[in-house]
Nanobody, 115 residues
Framework: QVQLVESGGGLVQYGGSLRLSCAAS????????MGWYRQAPGNPRELVAT????????HYVESVKGRFTISRDNAKNTMYLQMNSLKAEDTAVYYC????????WGQGTQGTVSS
């Protein structure tokens, strides 16, 4: 079964940075467009950034444009999300999955921004 493991979350102050990682296994990772999703308390899960299978095309939700950068290393079956200039509203559990999502969800990684 496909396994996705997110890591790199933590507690940072307003304006700080976090770098998230997503390790994928039991999947031909390089075939799939991938995305980072997040879910804040009381809110539905939202897709915040996507990256094409080859890594050449990226898209971001308006609220994170210019602050977040998605990337991937297909040789390592790993995807990243560099998050800079963090705001309180970025506080959420962050997940990775294909876009559209079809794999079992991982446990996510909590990112908390203190004001």
């Amino acid at each position: 079964q496909v396994q996705l493991v997110e890591s790199g979350g933590g507690l940072v102050q307003y304006g700080g940075s976090l770098r998230l990682s997503c390790a994928a296994s039991r999947i031909i990772f390089s075939r799939y467009r991938m995305g980072w999703y997040r879910q804040a308390p009381g809110n539905p899960r939202e897709l915040v950034a996507t990256i094409s299978s080859g890594g050449t095309e990226t898209h971001y939700v308006e609220s994170v444009k210019g602050r977040f950068t998605i990337s991937r290393d297909n040789a390592k079956n790993t995807m990243y999300l560099q998050m800079n200039s963090l705001k309180a509203e970025d506080t959420a559990v962050y997940y990775c999955n294909a876009d559209p999502s079809w794999a079992p969800w991982g446990q996510g990684t909590q990112g908390t921004v203190s004001s």
